[in-house]
């Protein structure tokens, strides 16, 4: 017994050696190449695979991290529906140069589709939870489909979500049953049956709330946590009022680290009871800022200083004081005074806030200067999600401006040119607006998914013409309707970091009476078109970004901006290190087709004006948005036999394209 003893330990160190000498050995093979080959059609992509796999991160061969690379291939095509896939591998190795190629050859066979769903512990549950949960629209998997593991995890958690906002507080899933049927019909060949099992527990009630507020003598705030709370006593629980109640608390800017908790579970009478917690913030603000901005297609760098009361005469209103200096050249720039009331709970309802916006401003630009004084009150109403238009913007903008041409230019009309000397316009204007807004796109700083759309109406002349014959000023008269669709498509969910995006912009811009200025030095009033700020400009950073700012129009004075506009992009956008933890994460590119044209008139409207411009640029995302550099071509100038070049970009020698097609843009902030 003994002596075996001996020889089984003489063994294993034998073994040992060989084994660390073999390690030792595999460890050496350099690889040089993985190669994935999937035989058949099937909804996964080598490169879905090529992302899965753990060998690919390596330099040398390590048979560990090979055989869970197969277990994982393995598992990722039965997640994905494709139970009986098999997966064969080769390794060629160059022993003289210590080099491997690694390769899997993958055999998906038939994928799978869901036959039947049974939905198990949801009898006699609330009548609104059940119309949520069997809505056939609402759900994430559906007969026929088929089965993707992701999918059926959505499922589940949708269902466990509309259980606790009915008052199932403490729903639970089990684990699922995936059945695979085996059977020689063909209507149930390469099909499964799955059976999703929940236990709802009993329904509870929202029971009493309680605040408590570190360092708060004064028991400020008190009343706007309340009104800000989603829901009341005696309402049923629900776990999406209570995230809702929470988000709205912390907004209120005199909080920190607000949290609404559980205080007390009543088991017998089954209710509960909540705190709120948080801190109270200081009440006074000094804040300088360094930023950028796009007006009028132009972008402008500059800084602002800004005093905040944040409690201003109670009940949660905000009052902001700032001033303004930003420039984009030595000759345009603007200067801003303002002071901002922020009123929440409008008619003792938290979905409704207004705003009063007092400010002065001068604004030059290399053609004109505007000094304005503007009063804007506004009001906003946060409607349901589940509603097509779910924000409402409504504002009423009273400004006296006075509107100065720094110097004698020539205006050109439809029948004449008209010389105009430097001159001034006093300028009262009420303006109306109206502004209905769908938006469910799932991320502001990265938009993948969802849609936005935006309608705007915006009247001036009514009151303003009252004014203008007591007063002796000038106004204009018009309205104005433009609609902006914004759509994004995710390329590779579920990590969306490649997407497209799509925008189409129409506005028009109609006089409903003549407008006549009255203008210094000149004893009759003159014909004028409607200033600038009003009208709609094209070609920039955040239009069609083959032209430079207000340099795009079918109309030689297209600066000064046209009445009926069109415009439209596709923008691919991808952040290809956005799981690398380098500082190349926030990079990103993109690749653009605008289109589109400004026109005096929309009578003037003509297919053939339609400018198309290509091009790439590069993205860093940041707190406040994308930095963004684009490179922009005219893929198709509507008017190159003006300036003596071809239409179409390709049709131009080298010297002549980037002398005459290019334009580079810069700004913060996604164009669209």
């Not at 040398?60 to 090979?66: I, K, R, V």
């Not at 809505?135 to 979500?161: A, W």
């Not at 502001?444 to 007063?471: A, C, D, M, T, W």
């Not at 079918?554 to 500082?583: A, C, D, Q, V, W």
Request: glycine share 6%; hydrophobic share 35%; proline share 3%.
């Amino acid at each position: 017994m003994k002596n075996i003893i001996i020889i089984l330990f003489i063994i294993t160190i034998v073994l040992s050696a060989f084994s660390q000498e073999d390690k030792k050995e595999e460890e050496s093979f350099k690889i040089t190449d993985i190669d994935i080959e999937i035989k058949s059609d099937c909804d996964i992509s080598e490169k879905e695979v090529e992302q899965i796999l753990q060998i690919n991160k390596l330099e040398y061969f390590n048979y560990t991290d090979f055989d869970l690379d197969i277990r994982r291939i393995d598992k990722y095509f039965f997640d994905n529906g494709y139970f009986d896939v098999a997966i064969d591998t080769q390794l060629i190795i160059d022993k003289d140069e210590k080099e491997i190629e690694v390769i899997f050859t993958i055999e998906p066979g038939k994928e799978y589709k869901i036959n039947q769903i049974k939905y198990n512990g949801l009898n006699n549950i609330y009548p609104t939870a059940a119309e949520q949960i069997f809505n056939d629209e609402l759900k994430e998997i559906k007969e026929g489909q088929r089965y993707i593991r992701n999918n059926l995890q959505s499922e589940i958690t949708r269902v466990i979500n509309i259980l606790n906002n009915y008052g199932y507080l403490n729903a639970l899933a089990e684990n699922p049953d995936v059945e695979k049927i085996i059977s020689n019909s063909t209507e149930l060949k390469n099909k499964v049956n799955i059976n999703l099992n929940f236990n709802t527990g009993p329904i509870y009630k929202f029971g009493k709330t309680y605040v408590e507020i570190n360092n708060n003598p004064k028991g400020l705030v008190i009343d706007e946590i309340y009104k800000d709370l989603e829901y009341k006593e005696g309402d049923l629980y629900s776990k999406k009022a209570l995230i809702e109640s929470e988000n709205r608390i912390s907004n209120i800017e005199m909080l920190e680290n607000a949290r609404i908790q559980i205080k007390n579970i009543d088991s017998v009478n089954k209710i509960i009871d909540f705190v709120v917690t948080a801190s109270l913030t200081s009440r006074f603000s000094l804040q300088p800022e360094i930023s950028g901005y796009d007006i009028l297609n132009r972008f402008y760098a500059g800084a602002s200083l800004s005093f905040t009361d944040k409690y201003f005469l109670g009940g949660g209103r905000k009052l902001v004081s700032k001033g303004s200096a930003f420039v984009h050249s030595e000759d345009v720039y603007l200067f801003e005074l303002g002071m901002q009331l922020y009123q929440p709970y409008v008619f003792n309802n938290n979905k409704i806030t207004g705003n009063l916006n007092l400010s002065w401003v001068y604004f030059k630009d290399d053609i004109f200067s505007i000094s304005a004084i503007k009063n804007v009150a506004g009001l906003s109403y946060e409607l349901p999600k589940h509603t097509y238009i779910n924000s409402f913007y409504s504002s009423w903008e009273i400004n006296n401006s006075k509107f100065t041409i720094n110097a004698p230019f020539d205006y050109i009309t439809k029948d004449s040119v008209i010389t105009l000397p430097e001159y001034q316009i006093n300028l009262f204007t009420s303006i109306i607006l109206f502004n209905a807004i769908h938006n469910n796109t799932n991320n502001f700083q990265f938009p993948s998914r969802g849609n936005y759309q935006s309608y705007l109406i915006e009247e001036s002349g009514l009151l303003s013409y009252l004014v203008e014959k007591v007063f002796s000023t000038s106004t204009f008269r018009y309205v104005k309707f433009s609609s902006i669709n914004k759509f994004y498509f995710s390329f590779n969910p579920p990590n969306e970091t490649t997407v497209l995006a799509c925008k189409f912009l129409i506005g028009a811009l109609f006089e409903y009476a003549k407008n006549k200025y009255k203008i210094s030095g000149i004893e009759e009033e003159t014909d004028i078109d409607i200033p600038i700020p009003a009208k709609f400009i094209a070609g920039g950073s955040t239009s069609i970004r083959g032209w430079q700012a207000k340099k795009l129009g079918t109309f030689p004075t297209r600066e000064f901006g046209g009445n009926f506009l069109i415009e439209g992009s596709f923008e691919l956008r991808t952040k290809p290190f956005y799981y690398s933890k380098t500082i190349f994460k926030e990079l990103g590119f993109v690749s653009f087709i605008d289109y589109g044209n400004l026109w005096r008139k929309p009578r003037d409207f003509r297919f053939s004006d339609i400018a198309i411009a290509i091009g790439g640029g590069l993205r860093y995302y940041t707190i406040v948005g994308p930095v963004r550099f684009d490179i922009g071509f005219k893929l198709y100038d509507y008017e190159a036999e003006s300036n003596g070049t071809k239409p179409w970009l390709f049709e131009n020698n080298i010297s002549t394209i980037f002398k005459n097609k290019v334009a580079f843009q810069i700004g913060i902030g996604h164009t669209f």
